[in-house]
């Protein structure tokens, strides 16, 4: 069964940094699959934050974040990483790890459970 674990999520000063990490438990697949970061805010629907293509090589950022954030992936460790830097009260929010395939075989779409981020205003 394939479980992604977040963690990292801390109270952190504005303008500070913080490092999530995602890591993919029973899964050999992890290097076949998209992985994004969501969050959510309260009040918020989720959005997309970023995410990173399979083998590593493209990443997209949403526009609140391009410049401040980076996601990477470590496919041997199966673990995908967010660094956020310079972080905002709007950052305060669940951040959440998606593993996504949209295509045979072995499609599928996996969430961990979310790791919590507060950025004081």
């Known amino acids: 069964q394939v479980q992604l674990v977040e963690s990292g999520g801390d109270l952190v000063q504005s303008g500070g940094s913080l490092e999530l990490s995602c890591t993919a438990a029973?899964?050999?697949?992890?290097?076949?699959?998209?992985m994004n970061w969501y969050r959510q805010a309260p009040g918020k629907e989720r959005e997309l934050v970023a995410s990173?293509?399979?083998?590593?090589?493209?990443?997209n950022y949403t526009d609140s974040v391009r410049g401040r954030f980076t996601i990477s992936r470590d496919n041997v460790k199966n673990t995908v990483y967010l660094h956020m830097n310079s972080l905002k009260s709007d950052d305060t929010a669940v951040y959440y790890c998606n593993a996504e395939r949209t295509i045979t075989p072995f499609r599928g779409n996996y969430w961990g459970r979310g790791t919590r981020v507060t950025v004081p205003s």
């Open positions: 029973g899964f050999t697949l992890f290097s076949l699959f998209n």
């Open positions: 990173i293509s399979k083998d590593g090589g493209i990443a």
